[in-house]
């Protein structure tokens, strides 16, 4: 198989593969670049750093003509005044942090798709992505451009429906976001790790691709995935149900899942970076270490608007055992039960 996959790496071509990528060679220092955007070699440094790459060294050649064209825009951008420097500081990381999982994720993912389709071993299927990634670089790039712009389209539409909703605020609360999340995660996956030796890696793989399509096909979105847990979020109370029981129904009837259990809470929450913070995450998460296998367990004021009808009336609430959770004392929980 391996003369079917083509493995004809060669170590020595890396520099013009490089160069091929990055749209042309590395001629130029800090002081190149701060010349020709008229700025300090600080603020290159700071460009690069917050880009998710080392300092250069001053006589270090390590940006391209690309690289230079980038950051002279850039700071433009910002010297008109469109953003401060926190903000572009913020864009810059937010930008090298998503790129950088996103050419992780991109790379093993064809490993694992070269192993698979050739019978390669990890070290021979890595040098075939090594030879023929920059065929594909081209795709990846369109498909990024057009995600993320489907994306912010998304997002803005969910937004503008929401501040319509609201009305004008006379003081910005605290947690201005009110949505609907929670956590769902594998029953007993520490000990189970141990005896599932390498059929690990497919666990998780199945269980994040199994959790991202249940959350993304009922309405929601997926805020993270922590090993053997997910995050979801939703804008409205119906929308969340809809995921978390979801969730809980499909990867419950995946046979080579784990069991597994689910917390659900709708509340207030700020968004940073991508992710949500509040004490209502901290209530989702504090909840789901608590829940019966199989089950989906809520706070008393989520339970209350539930059994009010406020998302329909196919879901029941039912008392739970209180409980003492880190950070929020004794409370009361209730189990979901959806009826069909």
């Known amino acids: 198989m391996k003369e079917e996959a083509g493995l004809t790496h060669d170590f020595s071509t890396a520099h013009t593969n490089s ?9 130029l220092t800090v002081d190149d670049l701060a010349q020709m955007a008229q700025t300090s070699s600080e603020d290159v440094r700071e460009f690069w750093v917050a880009m998710g790459f080392p300092s250069p060294r001053a006589e270090e050649k390590v940006f391209t003509e690309n690289d230079a064209r980038l950051f002279v825009e850039w700071s ?4 008109s005044g469109a953003i401060d420097q926190a903000t572009a500081r913020s864009l810059l990381r937010a930008n090298s942090h998503l790129a950088d999982r996103l050419g992780l994720w991109q790379v093993e993912a064809l490993v694992e798709d070269t192993m698979r389709r050739y019978g390669l071993d990890d070290t021979a299927a890595r040098m075939y992505v090594l030879d023929h990634i920059r065929e594909r670089v081209d795709m990846f790039d369109e498909l990024l451009r057009h995600s993320w712009r489907r994306q912010l389209d998304a997002l803005l539409k969910r937004m503008d429906h929401e501040i319509a909703t609201r009305g004008h605020e006379g003081l910005q ?9 929670g956590f769902v995660d594998m029953v007993s996956y520490t000990s189970s790790s141990t005896i599932l ?11 994040e691709q ?10 929601g979105r997926v805020v993270k995935m922590i090993g053997d847990a997910v995050m979801y979020i939703a804008d409205d109370l119906e929308t969340g149900l809809r995921v978390a029981v979801s969730l809980i129904e499909q990867l419950g009837a995946d046979d080579q899942m784990l069991p ?27 909840l789901v270490d608590i829940a019966p296998v199989g089950k989906i367990l809520m706070d008393p004021t989520t339970a209350a608007a ?15 055992p209180s409980a003492t959770l880190r950070g929020f004392g004794t409370i009361s929980p209730y189990l979901l039960t959806y009826r069909r």
């Open 19 to 27: 160069s091929s990528l990055l749209g042309g060679p590395a001629t």
């Open 76 to 79: 433009k951008f910002i010297a």
């Open 173 to 181: 609360p605290r947690f201005p976001l009110n949505r609907s999340l």
């Open 197 to 207: 030796g390498g059929r690990l890696v497919d666990l998780i793989g199945r269980f």
């Open 210 to 219: 199994l959790s991202r399509d249940a959350v993304t096909d009922a309405g």
């Open 260 to 286: 597994v259990r689910a917390s659900f809470v709708r509340g207030d929450v700020f968004s940073r970076s991508g992710d949500v913070f509040g004490p209502t995450v901290n209530l989702a998460s504090r």
């Open 306 to 320: 539930i059994a009010a009808g406020k998302a329909g009336m196919e879901y029941d609430v039912e008392e739970f």
